[in-house]
């Protein structure tokens, strides 16, 4: 069974940093991507980065710049590296891991419960 949790949201004041957390605990036969995503009250759910196993990595056009995905393999952490914080980064930042427990099992993607940050002064 996969379970991610992830970490290091709080209160920064804006132009501040961040660094968060996603570590997976389990067994992954393969895994495929990690992201981050974030959810706003009022709003939906959106991805903020992903980081592909080939090695490349897309943001959100609102995020360039400023947040870098990367990923520790030996810890099976993946971090999501937050600059130049606005307030309207404020939002519950998810974590997915997307991957297959088993040859035979189909990908799905593993949430972690959020965590969150605040920008304000």
């Known amino acids: 069974q996969v379970q991610v949790v992830e970490s290091g949201g709080g209160l920064v004041q804006p132009g501040g940093s961040l660094r968060l957390s996603c570590a997976a605990s389990?067994?992954?036969?393969?895994?495929?991507?990690m992201a981050w995503y974030r959810q706003a009250p009022g709003k939906r759910r959106e991805l903020v980065a992903a980081?592909?196993?080939?090695?490349?990595?897309n943001y959100a056009d609102s995020v360039k710049g400023r947040f870098t995905i990367s990923r520790d393999n030996a810890k099976n952490t993946v971090y999501l590296q937050m600059n130049s914080l606005k307030p309207e980064d404020t939002a519950v930042y998810y974590c997915?891991?997307?991957?297959?427990?088993?040859?035979?099992?189909?990908?799905?993607?593993?949430w972690g419960q959020g965590t969150k940050v605040t920008v304000s002064s």
């Open positions: 980081l592909f196993t080939a090695g490349s990595a």
């Open positions: 997915q891991w997307r991957g297959r427990v088993s040859a035979i099992a189909s990908e799905l993607g593993y």
């Open positions: 389990g067994s992954f036969f393969s895994i495929n991507a």
